[in-house]
Protein backbone atom coordinates (compact mmCIF):
# COMPACT_ATOMS: atom_id res chain seq x y z
CA UNK A 1 0.00 0.00 0.00
CA UNK A 2 0.97 3.69 0.05
CA UNK A 3 2.32 5.62 3.03
CA UNK A 4 3.75 9.32 2.62
CA UNK A 5 4.56 11.44 6.27
CA UNK A 6 6.73 13.75 7.61
CA UNK A 7 7.06 16.49 10.50
CA UNK A 8 8.63 19.31 7.86
CA UNK A 9 5.94 20.36 5.65
CA UNK A 10 2.35 19.81 4.75
CA UNK A 11 0.99 17.36 1.94
CA UNK A 12 -0.88 19.58 -0.87
CA UNK A 13 -4.16 18.11 -1.95
CA UNK A 14 -2.98 16.73 -5.23
CA UNK A 15 -0.25 14.86 -3.22
CA UNK A 16 -2.97 13.14 -1.09
CA UNK A 17 -5.19 12.54 -4.47
CA UNK A 18 -1.87 11.02 -5.83
CA UNK A 19 -1.77 8.35 -2.46
CA UNK A 20 -5.49 7.90 -2.56
CA UNK A 21 -5.10 6.74 -6.15
CA UNK A 22 -2.15 4.56 -5.87
CA UNK A 23 -3.70 2.78 -2.88
CA UNK A 24 -7.60 2.27 -4.57
CA UNK A 25 -7.07 1.64 -8.01
CA UNK A 26 -6.61 -1.73 -8.31
CA UNK A 27 -9.10 -3.72 -10.18
CA UNK A 28 -9.74 -5.70 -6.52
CA UNK A 29 -11.80 -2.54 -5.70
CA UNK A 30 -13.93 -2.40 -9.10
CA UNK A 31 -17.70 -3.53 -8.33
CA UNK A 32 -17.11 -3.98 -4.60
CA UNK A 33 -19.02 -2.72 -2.23
CA UNK A 34 -16.92 -0.43 0.43
CA UNK A 35 -17.74 1.00 3.23
CA UNK A 36 -15.51 3.82 5.01
CA UNK A 37 -15.66 4.72 8.97
CA UNK A 38 -14.76 8.13 9.21
CA UNK A 39 -14.59 10.69 12.49
CA UNK A 40 -17.75 12.52 13.92
CA UNK A 41 -16.81 16.86 14.22
CA UNK A 42 -15.04 16.50 17.23
CA UNK A 43 -11.95 15.59 15.73
CA UNK A 44 -9.39 17.67 13.65
CA UNK A 45 -8.68 17.47 9.70
CA UNK A 46 -9.80 17.87 6.32
CA UNK A 47 -12.66 15.33 6.13
CA UNK A 48 -14.28 17.05 3.58
CA UNK A 49 -11.30 17.06 1.18
CA UNK A 50 -11.10 13.22 1.91
CA UNK A 51 -14.04 12.35 1.07
CA UNK A 52 -14.76 13.99 -2.25
CA UNK A 53 -10.98 12.89 -3.30
CA UNK A 54 -11.91 9.27 -1.71
CA UNK A 55 -15.49 9.68 -4.32
CA UNK A 56 -13.55 11.05 -7.08
CA UNK A 57 -11.20 7.99 -7.15
CA UNK A 58 -14.01 5.41 -6.28
CA UNK A 59 -17.57 6.85 -6.74
CA UNK A 60 -17.37 5.33 -10.27
CA UNK A 61 -16.06 2.03 -10.40
CA UNK A 62 -17.32 0.83 -6.76
CA UNK A 63 -21.07 -0.79 -6.32
CA UNK A 64 -21.40 1.18 -3.11
CA UNK A 65 -19.75 3.83 -1.75
CA UNK A 66 -21.03 4.51 1.82
CA UNK A 67 -19.91 6.12 5.21
CA UNK A 68 -20.52 5.31 8.51
CA UNK A 69 -20.05 8.11 11.28
CA UNK A 70 -17.79 6.15 13.87
CA UNK A 71 -19.78 8.11 17.01
CA UNK A 72 -18.45 5.71 19.78
CA UNK A 73 -21.33 7.05 22.08
CA UNK A 74 -21.37 10.56 20.98
CA UNK A 75 -24.88 11.98 19.85
CA UNK A 76 -25.61 11.42 16.24
CA UNK A 77 -24.83 14.33 14.24
CA UNK A 78 -28.23 16.07 12.24
CA UNK A 79 -28.28 16.22 8.08
CA UNK A 80 -26.71 20.20 8.22
CA UNK A 81 -24.28 19.03 10.57
CA UNK A 82 -23.61 15.74 8.10
CA UNK A 83 -23.34 18.10 4.95
CA UNK A 84 -20.71 20.77 6.66
CA UNK A 85 -18.81 18.16 7.94
CA UNK A 86 -18.17 16.97 4.29
CA UNK A 87 -17.98 20.26 3.23
CA UNK A 88 -21.46 20.14 0.75
CA UNK A 89 -24.43 20.91 0.35
CA UNK A 90 -27.87 19.15 0.36
CA UNK A 91 -28.26 19.50 -3.25
CA UNK A 92 -25.31 18.38 -4.25
CA UNK A 93 -25.82 15.26 -1.58
CA UNK A 94 -28.65 14.56 -3.81
CA UNK A 95 -27.22 14.93 -7.40
CA UNK A 96 -23.32 14.81 -7.28
CA UNK A 97 -23.23 11.92 -4.21
CA UNK A 98 -26.36 10.58 -5.34
CA UNK A 99 -24.40 7.17 -4.91
CA UNK A 100 -23.43 7.67 -1.70
CA UNK A 101 -25.55 6.73 1.79
CA UNK A 102 -23.70 8.75 5.22
CA UNK A 103 -25.06 6.81 8.03
CA UNK A 104 -24.77 7.69 11.64
CA UNK A 105 -23.69 4.73 14.37
CA UNK A 106 -26.77 3.90 16.28
CA UNK A 107 -25.09 2.45 19.24
CA UNK A 108 -28.57 3.29 21.14
CA UNK A 109 -30.39 0.68 19.34
CA UNK A 110 -29.63 -2.95 20.39
CA UNK A 111 -30.58 -4.47 17.08
CA UNK A 112 -27.70 -2.87 14.91
CA UNK A 113 -25.24 -5.23 16.57
CA UNK A 114 -24.07 -8.84 16.25
CA UNK A 115 -21.38 -10.34 18.93
CA UNK A 116 -18.86 -11.50 16.51
CA UNK A 117 -16.80 -13.05 18.92
CA UNK A 118 -15.72 -13.33 22.85
CA UNK A 119 -12.20 -12.39 24.19
CA UNK A 120 -11.93 -15.06 27.24
CA UNK A 121 -11.16 -14.44 30.89
CA UNK A 122 -7.52 -16.23 30.27
CA UNK A 123 -6.68 -13.81 27.12
CA UNK A 124 -7.98 -11.16 29.26
CA UNK A 125 -5.53 -11.43 31.76
CA UNK A 126 -2.38 -11.96 28.84
CA UNK A 127 -3.47 -8.76 27.26
CA UNK A 128 -4.17 -6.04 30.10
CA UNK A 129 -0.96 -7.65 31.94
CA UNK A 130 -2.92 -8.84 34.88
CA UNK A 131 -4.74 -5.55 35.60
CA UNK A 132 -8.36 -7.65 34.99
CA UNK A 133 -10.27 -11.09 34.56
CA UNK A 134 -13.73 -11.31 32.94
CA UNK A 135 -15.15 -12.24 29.56
CA UNK A 136 -15.73 -9.70 27.29
CA UNK A 137 -18.28 -9.97 24.87
CA UNK A 138 -17.39 -8.54 21.14
CA UNK A 139 -20.34 -7.08 19.72
CA UNK A 140 -20.26 -4.42 16.26
CA UNK A 141 -22.67 -2.58 14.14
CA UNK A 142 -23.67 -5.52 12.18
CA UNK A 143 -23.80 -3.08 8.36
CA UNK A 144 -20.18 -3.64 8.22
CA UNK A 145 -21.34 -7.23 7.16
CA UNK A 146 -23.00 -5.86 4.20
CA UNK A 147 -19.58 -5.00 2.71
CA UNK A 148 -16.73 -6.12 0.94
CA UNK A 149 -14.43 -3.51 1.84
CA UNK A 150 -14.46 -1.94 5.17
CA UNK A 151 -11.94 1.08 5.59
CA UNK A 152 -11.06 3.54 8.48
CA UNK A 153 -10.39 6.72 7.72
CA UNK A 154 -9.74 9.13 10.49
CA UNK A 155 -6.80 11.07 12.41
CA UNK A 156 -4.14 9.82 15.01
CA UNK A 157 -3.55 11.90 18.17
CA UNK A 158 -2.25 10.85 21.99
CA UNK A 159 -5.31 9.74 23.27
CA UNK A 160 -6.09 9.03 27.04
CA UNK A 161 -7.68 5.41 26.92
CA UNK A 162 -5.89 4.15 24.26
CA UNK A 163 -2.42 6.02 23.91
CA UNK A 164 -2.90 7.10 20.29
CA UNK A 165 -6.55 7.12 18.92
CA UNK A 166 -6.87 5.81 14.97
CA UNK A 167 -6.65 2.58 13.54
CA UNK A 168 -8.51 -0.15 15.05
CA UNK A 169 -10.29 2.44 17.65
CA UNK A 170 -12.53 3.37 14.97
CA UNK A 171 -14.33 -0.27 15.48
CA UNK A 172 -13.82 -0.39 19.10
CA UNK A 173 -14.80 1.86 20.41
CA UNK A 174 -16.17 3.99 17.43
CA UNK A 175 -19.11 1.10 15.95
CA UNK A 176 -18.67 -1.14 19.03
CA UNK A 177 -21.29 -2.80 21.77
CA UNK A 178 -20.74 -1.31 25.08
CA UNK A 179 -18.95 -4.31 26.54
CA UNK A 180 -15.91 -3.59 24.95
CA UNK A 181 -15.90 0.50 25.53
CA UNK A 182 -16.81 -0.11 29.25
CA UNK A 183 -13.97 -2.64 29.31
CA UNK A 184 -11.25 -1.05 27.48
CA UNK A 185 -12.06 2.69 29.25
CA UNK A 186 -11.87 1.53 32.50
CA UNK A 187 -8.58 -0.42 31.95
CA UNK A 188 -7.27 2.69 30.78
CA UNK A 189 -8.50 4.28 33.95
CA UNK A 190 -6.59 1.75 35.84
CA UNK A 191 -3.55 2.42 34.28
CA UNK A 192 -3.96 5.92 34.22
CA UNK A 193 -4.36 8.72 32.01
CA UNK A 194 -1.08 10.09 32.71
CA UNK A 195 1.06 7.01 32.18
CA UNK A 196 -1.20 5.41 28.83
CA UNK A 197 -1.60 8.65 26.94
CA UNK A 198 1.12 9.44 24.18
CA UNK A 199 2.67 5.91 24.79
CA UNK A 200 2.39 3.44 21.15
CA UNK A 201 1.75 0.15 22.85
CA UNK A 202 -0.39 -0.52 25.67
CA UNK A 203 -2.80 -3.32 26.99
CA UNK A 204 -5.94 -1.35 25.76
CA UNK A 205 -4.97 -1.05 21.98
CA UNK A 206 -3.58 -4.95 22.47
CA UNK A 207 -7.37 -5.51 23.84
CA UNK A 208 -8.64 -3.77 20.38
CA UNK A 209 -6.48 -5.71 18.24
CA UNK A 210 -7.54 -8.87 19.37
CA UNK A 211 -11.41 -7.34 19.34
CA UNK A 212 -10.62 -6.42 15.75
CA UNK A 213 -9.40 -9.57 14.82
CA UNK A 214 -12.80 -11.10 14.88
CA UNK A 215 -13.63 -9.17 12.24
CA UNK A 216 -13.65 -11.18 8.61
CA UNK A 217 -14.69 -8.46 6.37
CA UNK A 218 -11.30 -7.06 4.18
CA UNK A 219 -10.21 -3.99 6.50
CA UNK A 220 -7.85 -0.92 5.22
CA UNK A 221 -6.82 2.13 7.34
CA UNK A 222 -6.31 5.53 5.94
CA UNK A 223 -4.48 7.06 9.09
CA UNK A 224 -3.58 10.65 8.86
CA UNK A 225 -1.52 13.26 11.07
CA UNK A 226 -3.13 16.88 11.43
CA UNK A 227 -1.26 19.94 11.61
CA UNK A 228 -4.27 22.25 11.97
CA UNK A 229 -6.72 21.18 9.28
CA UNK A 230 -4.11 20.39 6.97
CA UNK A 231 -2.44 16.95 6.65
CA UNK A 232 1.16 16.42 7.67
CA UNK A 233 0.98 12.53 7.39
CA UNK A 234 -0.97 9.96 5.53
CA UNK A 235 -0.77 6.43 5.45
CA UNK A 236 -2.74 3.73 3.61
CA UNK A 237 -2.67 -0.24 4.80
CA UNK A 238 -3.99 -2.74 7.11
CA UNK A 239 -5.40 -0.76 9.95
CA UNK A 240 -2.31 -2.12 12.52
CA UNK A 241 0.45 -0.69 9.82
CA UNK A 242 -1.28 2.20 9.33
CA UNK A 243 -2.12 3.00 12.67
CA UNK A 244 1.53 1.93 13.77
CA UNK A 245 3.43 4.46 11.32
CA UNK A 246 0.70 7.23 12.10
CA UNK A 247 1.42 6.85 15.26
CA UNK A 248 4.42 7.74 14.93
CA UNK A 249 4.85 10.79 13.10
CA UNK A 250 1.76 11.94 16.01
CA UNK A 251 4.48 11.56 18.50
CA UNK A 252 6.93 13.75 16.93
CA UNK A 253 3.63 16.14 15.82
CA UNK A 254 1.30 16.33 18.72
CA UNK A 255 3.55 16.11 21.92
CA UNK A 256 5.41 19.41 23.06
CA UNK A 257 7.91 19.44 25.97
CA UNK A 258 8.28 21.78 28.12
CA UNK A 259 10.51 22.59 30.91
CA UNK A 260 9.27 22.90 34.06
CA UNK A 261 5.76 22.69 36.03
CA UNK A 262 2.67 25.38 35.98
CA UNK A 263 0.82 26.31 38.58
CA UNK A 264 -2.10 27.22 36.82
CA UNK A 265 -3.22 26.36 33.48
CA UNK A 266 -6.29 27.47 31.37
CA UNK A 267 -7.34 25.44 29.20
CA UNK A 268 -9.20 26.96 26.26
CA UNK A 269 -11.64 24.29 25.08
CA UNK A 270 -12.60 24.73 20.90
CA UNK A 271 -16.35 24.68 20.04
CA UNK A 272 -15.98 21.04 18.64
CA UNK A 273 -16.01 19.95 22.39
CA UNK A 274 -19.52 20.76 23.14
CA UNK A 275 -19.61 18.88 26.50
CA UNK A 276 -17.40 18.04 29.60
CA UNK A 277 -17.13 14.15 28.07
CA UNK A 278 -15.00 15.36 24.91
CA UNK A 279 -14.33 18.82 25.96
CA UNK A 280 -12.47 16.81 29.03
CA UNK A 281 -10.00 16.60 26.53
CA UNK A 282 -8.16 19.86 28.17
CA UNK A 283 -7.21 18.19 31.48
CA UNK A 284 -5.85 14.71 30.12
CA UNK A 285 -3.68 16.75 28.10
CA UNK A 286 -2.13 18.91 29.97
CA UNK A 287 -1.90 16.92 33.04
CA UNK A 288 1.51 15.65 33.04
CA UNK A 289 3.10 19.31 33.36
CA UNK A 290 0.36 20.43 36.48
CA UNK A 291 2.20 20.64 39.44
CA UNK A 292 1.15 18.64 43.18
CA UNK A 293 -1.27 21.21 44.09
CA UNK A 294 -1.81 23.43 40.89
CA UNK A 295 -4.94 24.05 38.83
CA UNK A 296 -6.21 23.56 35.74
CA UNK A 297 -9.23 25.44 34.59
CA UNK A 298 -11.16 23.98 31.41
CA UNK A 299 -12.49 27.58 29.74
CA UNK A 300 -15.70 26.83 27.49
CA UNK A 301 -18.36 29.20 27.51
CA UNK A 302 -20.20 27.13 25.17
CA UNK A 303 -20.56 24.01 27.67
CA UNK A 304 -23.56 23.65 29.35
CA UNK A 305 -24.01 19.94 30.43
CA UNK A 306 -21.46 16.91 31.52
CA UNK A 307 -22.52 14.63 28.53
CA UNK A 308 -25.19 14.36 26.35
CA UNK A 309 -25.40 10.58 26.47
CA UNK A 310 -24.12 10.01 30.13
CA UNK A 311 -24.61 13.19 32.36
CA UNK A 312 -27.56 11.72 34.92
CA UNK A 313 -25.09 8.57 35.74
CA UNK A 314 -21.65 11.28 35.44
CA UNK A 315 -23.81 13.58 38.14
CA UNK A 316 -24.78 10.46 40.72
CA UNK A 317 -20.91 9.37 40.93
CA UNK A 318 -19.56 12.82 40.70
CA UNK A 319 -15.56 12.91 39.49
CA UNK A 320 -12.98 11.19 41.54
CA UNK A 321 -9.43 9.56 41.97
CA UNK A 322 -8.92 5.77 40.38
CA UNK A 323 -8.62 4.98 44.18
CA UNK A 324 -12.28 6.06 45.19
CA UNK A 325 -13.31 3.95 42.97
CA UNK A 326 -11.20 0.89 43.49
CA UNK A 327 -11.35 0.88 47.19
CA UNK A 328 -14.85 0.81 47.08
CA UNK A 329 -15.28 -1.31 44.47
CA UNK A 330 -18.27 -3.54 45.57
CA UNK A 331 -20.25 -0.20 45.96
CA UNK A 332 -19.26 0.88 42.28
CA UNK A 333 -18.81 -2.36 40.30
CA UNK A 334 -22.00 -2.28 38.64
CA UNK A 335 -21.51 1.12 37.26
CA UNK A 336 -21.01 1.80 33.92
CA UNK A 337 -17.38 1.63 33.79
CA UNK A 338 -16.64 3.71 30.99
CA UNK A 339 -18.43 6.71 33.05
CA UNK A 340 -16.32 5.82 35.73
CA UNK A 341 -13.49 5.60 33.58
CA UNK A 342 -14.20 9.19 32.67
CA UNK A 343 -15.01 10.65 36.29
CA UNK A 344 -10.95 9.23 37.16
CA UNK A 345 -9.80 10.72 34.03
CA UNK A 346 -10.85 13.72 34.07
CA UNK A 347 -10.20 14.24 38.39
CA UNK A 348 -6.76 12.91 37.89
CA UNK A 349 -4.04 11.43 39.68
CA UNK A 350 -4.95 10.94 43.39
CA UNK A 351 -5.30 9.48 46.97
CA UNK A 352 -8.11 7.75 48.62
CA UNK A 353 -7.87 6.81 52.59
CA UNK A 354 -11.14 4.13 52.74
CA UNK A 355 -10.49 4.28 56.58
CA UNK A 356 -11.32 8.24 56.68
CA UNK A 357 -13.35 9.06 53.18
CA UNK A 358 -10.89 11.50 53.07
CA UNK A 359 -10.31 11.85 49.05
CA UNK A 360 -6.98 13.86 48.19
CA UNK A 361 -6.29 14.92 44.17
CA UNK A 362 -2.91 15.83 43.05
CA UNK A 363 -4.51 18.83 41.52
CA UNK A 364 -8.05 20.91 41.16
CA UNK A 365 -9.97 20.60 38.47
CA UNK A 366 -11.96 23.82 38.09
CA UNK A 367 -14.70 24.54 35.08
CA UNK A 368 -15.12 27.60 33.63
CA UNK A 369 -18.32 26.88 31.66
CA UNK A 370 -22.15 27.65 32.03
CA UNK A 371 -22.74 24.19 34.17
CA UNK A 372 -23.95 26.13 37.44
CA UNK A 373 -21.59 26.21 40.67
CA UNK A 374 -24.36 23.89 42.72
CA UNK A 375 -24.01 20.97 39.98
CA UNK A 376 -19.84 21.52 39.79
CA UNK A 377 -19.50 21.21 43.40
CA UNK A 378 -21.89 18.27 43.95
CA UNK A 379 -19.69 16.53 40.66
CA UNK A 380 -16.33 16.81 43.43
CA UNK A 381 -14.99 19.60 40.61
CA UNK A 382 -14.24 23.65 41.18
CA UNK A 383 -16.47 25.93 39.85
CA UNK A 384 -15.43 29.66 37.96
CA UNK A 385 -17.36 32.27 36.11
CA UNK A 386 -16.39 32.41 32.49
CA UNK A 387 -17.68 36.12 32.30
CA UNK A 388 -15.24 36.51 34.98
CA UNK A 389 -12.19 35.44 32.78
CA UNK A 390 -10.54 38.14 31.30
CA UNK A 391 -8.81 36.34 28.53
CA UNK A 392 -5.96 39.29 28.09
CA UNK A 393 -5.44 39.20 31.46
CA UNK A 394 -4.30 35.47 31.22
CA UNK A 395 -2.43 35.54 28.27
CA UNK A 396 -0.28 38.56 29.62
CA UNK A 397 0.26 35.78 32.34
CA UNK A 398 1.45 33.29 30.46
CA UNK A 399 4.92 32.53 31.54
CA UNK A 400 6.96 30.83 34.35
CA UNK A 401 3.98 29.79 36.53
CA UNK A 402 0.86 29.88 34.11
CA UNK A 403 0.04 28.52 30.87
CA UNK A 404 -2.71 29.55 28.84
CA UNK A 405 -3.37 26.85 26.03
CA UNK A 406 -5.56 27.80 22.80
CA UNK A 407 -7.75 24.82 21.03
CA UNK A 408 -7.17 22.85 24.10
CA UNK A 409 -7.41 19.22 23.59
CA UNK A 410 -5.37 17.95 20.75
CA UNK A 411 -1.39 18.61 22.04
CA UNK A 412 0.00 16.58 24.18
CA UNK A 413 2.14 18.69 27.11
CA UNK A 414 4.97 16.67 28.57
CA UNK A 415 8.07 17.32 30.26
CA UNK A 416 11.37 17.33 29.23
Not at 67 to 79: M, N, R, V, Y
Not at 254 to 280: C, F, N
Request: aromatic share 10%.
Amino acid sequence: MHDEGTRDRLLPPSQIKSILEDSFNQNQFSGKRILFLIPDTTRSGPVDLLFRQLHEVLGERAAALDFLIALGTHPPISDEQIFNHLGITAEEYNTTYENVTVFNHRWDKPDTFTTIGTISPEEIVELSNGQLETEVPVRLNKMIFDYDYVVVCGPVFPHEVVGFSGGNKYFFPGISGQEVIDFTHWLGALITSRKIIGTKDTPVRAVIDRAASFIDVPKLSICYVVEGEEIAGLYVDAPEKAWSDAADLSAKTHIKYVDHQYRQVLSIIPEMYDDIWTGAKGMYKMEPVIADGGEVILYAPHISEFSYTHGDRIEKVGYHVKDYFVKQWDKFRDKRWGVLAHSTHLRGAGEYDAATGREKPRITVTLATRISQERCEQANLGYRDPDEIDLAEWHSKDGEDVLVVPKAGELLYRLN
